[in-house]
């Protein structure tokens, strides 16, 4: 017997949120740059992330430590764009601050998205925040200006800037040989190859046919 058909689950009123494989938002907006168009950083790696708000610390402890990786992140030609809420006056009032305060300079961009549009475009607003702060969202975009990875950390938990640099190096190795990196994967490790399913290749790999490790070649 069939009963009455369940509640349908309600739609999300906010704009989808992207996932892994779909093309990045493109937006042009004012920084602490000058003005940026993501698309004109096409053929570059770009760590877009959001952070809930200047003058905050957990969030000046993850400026100051990415500003400080700056250069390693070029090295990998990916450029670092960070975006809040926040007005671009109080972007540059809050650098200038860990400038005179710890001595940094925040070399990358910082956009100002005090409409949330952005924000929207990219699901970053917290849902369950009192503000309209965003999450710490961090989108990892490839050259061609497709989403390959996400995390979302809550406004309480900074975030692993070494973690950040591990992803950009783990994607580009795995475009670069068409392999895959194993857990806490760092460049020089061993790869692991995707398994041959053929009764034959099984038999000849022997139990552990599921997980082979194979040397990475240098870059
Ligand atoms: C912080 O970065 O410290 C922070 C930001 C928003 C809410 C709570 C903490």
């Given amino acids: 017997m069939t009963g009455p058909s369940p509640a349908p689950l309600p739609v999300p009123q906010e704009s989808a949120t992207p996932r892994i494989g779909d093309a990045a938002p493109d937006f042009s907006a004012r920084t602490t740059r000058g003005p940026l168009t993501l698309s004109d950083l096409r053929g570059q790696w770009v760590l877009l992330f959001s952070h809930p708000a200047d003058f905050t610390p957990v969030c000046t402890s993850e400026?100051?430590?990415?500003?400080?990786?700056?250069?390693?992140?070029?090295?990998?030609?990916?450029r670092l764009v960070g975006l809040s809420i926040d007005s671009l006056p109080s972007h540059l009032a809050w650098l200038e601050a860990i400038h005179t305060s710890f001595g940094v300079r925040v070399p990358f961009p910082?956009?100002?998205?005090?409409?949330?549009?952005?924000?929207?475009?990219y699901g970053m607003?917290?849902?369950?925040?009192?503000?309209?702060?965003?999450?710490?969202?961090?989108y990892a975009i490839d050259p061609e200006g497709i989403i390959r990875?996400?995390?979302?950390?809550?406004?309480?938990v900074g975030r692993s800037v070494s973690e950040l640099l591990r992803l950009i190096q783990a994607l580009q190795q795995v475009?670069?040989?068409?392999?895959l990196t194993p857990e806490g994967w760092l460049p020089g490790d061993d790869i692991v190859v995707p398994a041959e399913l053929t009764e034959d290749a099984v038999t000849a790999t022997g139990l552990a046919w599921f997980l082979q490790y194979a040397r990475c070649t240098p870059a």
Avoid: H
Wanted: aromatic share 8%.
């Fill in 175 to 179: 475009d670069r040989d068409g392999v």
């Fill in 110 to 121: 910082v956009v100002e998205d005090p409409s949330m549009a952005i924000a929207r475009a």
């Fill in 125 to 138: 607003l917290d849902a369950s925040a009192e503000s309209s702060a965003t999450i710490r969202g961090v």
């Fill in 63 to 78: 400026f100051i430590a990415l500003a400080k990786a700056n250069d390693q992140f070029v090295s990998l030609n990916c």
């Fill in 149 to 156: 990875a996400m995390t979302w950390y809550p406004a309480s």
